[in-house]
C-alpha cells in the first residue's frame, strides 16, 4: 500500500528507529504508514452499524499500528505491510468486542446457522443451499437472508481472523508472521502454519462458487461489497449475506479440519 514516503527514506527511519532509539523517527513510520489505518477501518466500517465511527474505528486502528512498529523486526524479511494490517485490523476488532454491542440474539442466531451449515454439510458431504439450510432451521428463506444481513451488519466476520494465531506475548500475529527465516526457524510452528494454510485453501475450494468469487474479489482483489454488487449484478445486501456464510462455512470446516 503506498505510504506516500520513498523507499529509501523508510529504511532510514527504520534504521534510525530500531537501531538508535530515534523517536522522531518513530512519530515518521506512525504518520507514513497510517493511510493503512484508513484502508482497514473503511472495510471494517462498511459492514457495521451507522452508530459506529469511522474516526473511532481509525483511533482503535493507530493502536494497532503503533504496537506493530514497535513489534516489527525488519531483519525478519517479512513486508512490514503484511505485518501490520493483521494488528491494526486486531486492535479494531478487539476494541469492538471489549465494547460488547452485538445484541446476544444475533450471536445466538449465528451460531445456530454455523451448527445447522456443519451438520448439513457431513450429511449430504457438500455445501448445502440456502433452501436447505433454512429448512434445517426451520425459516423461510427470506428469513434466512434477514438473519445472514442482521449478522453481517452486526459482527466482525472477517477472513483475516482464520489466520491468526496467539504468540506467547498474546498477541494475535498472522500466520505469514510465524513463517521464520532461514537463520532461526522452528520447523514444528513452520509445519503448523502450513498446514492451517493448506486446509484454509482446501476450504476455500470448497465454497460455492459464487461464494468463492465474493472472497477472492474481497480478500485478493480488494473490491469493495458494493464493488462486488456490481461485478454479480446483485445489491450490496447480498452481497455481504454471501460474505457472511463463506466465512461462517470456512470457520466451521477449520473447526472440523
Known amino acids: 500500500m503506498e505510504t506516500g514516503v520513498k523507499e529509501v527514506e523508510l529504511r532510514d527511519l527504520w534504521r534510525r528507529y530500531k537501531d538508535g532509539g530515534d523517536e522522531g ?24 452499524p451507522s452508530h459506529v465511527e469511522d474516526a473511532d474505528l481509525i483511533s482503535y486502528g493507530l493502536v494497532g499500528l503503533i504496537g506493530a512498529i514497535e513489534r516489527f523486526e525488519p531483519e ?18 478487539d476494541e469492538l468486542r471489549s465494547l460488547d454491542w452485538v445484541p446476544r440474539s444475533v450471536r445466538s442466531r449465528a451460531r445456530e446457522i454455523e451448527t445447522a451449515q456443519a451438520k448439513l454439510e457431513h450429511e ?11 429448512s434445517k432451521l426451520n425459516l423461510t428463506e427470506e428469513e434466512l437472508q434477514s438473519a ?7 459482527s466482525v466476520y472477517a477472513l483475516d481472523e482464520l489466520w491468526t494465531v496467539s504468540d506467547s506475548s498474546g498477541d494475535q500475529v498472522s500466520l505469514l508472521d510465524t513463517i521464520a527465516d532461514d537463520s532461526a526457524a522452528d520447523p514444528q510452528e513452520a509445519l503448523a502454519s502450513t498446514e492451517v494454510k493448506d486446509l484454509l485453501t482446501e476450504a476455500i475450494g470448497g465454497l460455492p462458487e459464487r461464494e468463492q468469487l465474493v472472497v477472492a474479489l474481497y480478500y485478493y482483489e480488494n473490491l469493495t461489497l458494493r464493488e462486488i454488487g456490481e461485478v454479480l449484478g446483485v445489491t450490496e445486501s447480498r452481497v455481504s449475506q454471501l460474505h457472511t456464510k463463506a466465512v461462517m462455512r470456512l470457520k466451521s470446516s477449520l473447526q472440523q479440519g
Open 25 to 48: 523517527a518513530r512519530e515518521r513510520l506512525v504518520v507514513a504508514y497510517s493511510p493503512m489505518v484508513k484502508f482497514v477501518a473503511g472495510r471494517l466500517g462498511a459492514g457495521l
Open 76 to 93: 525478519r524479511g517479512i513486508k512490514f505491510e503484511t505485518f501490520a494490517m493483521t494488528r491494526i485490523r486486531g486492535a479494531i476488532i
Open 124 to 134: 449430504l458431504q457438500r455445501a448445502p443451499t440456502e433452501s436447505e439450510l433454512a
Open 148 to 154: 445472514l444481513l442482521e449478522i453481517a451488519n452486526s
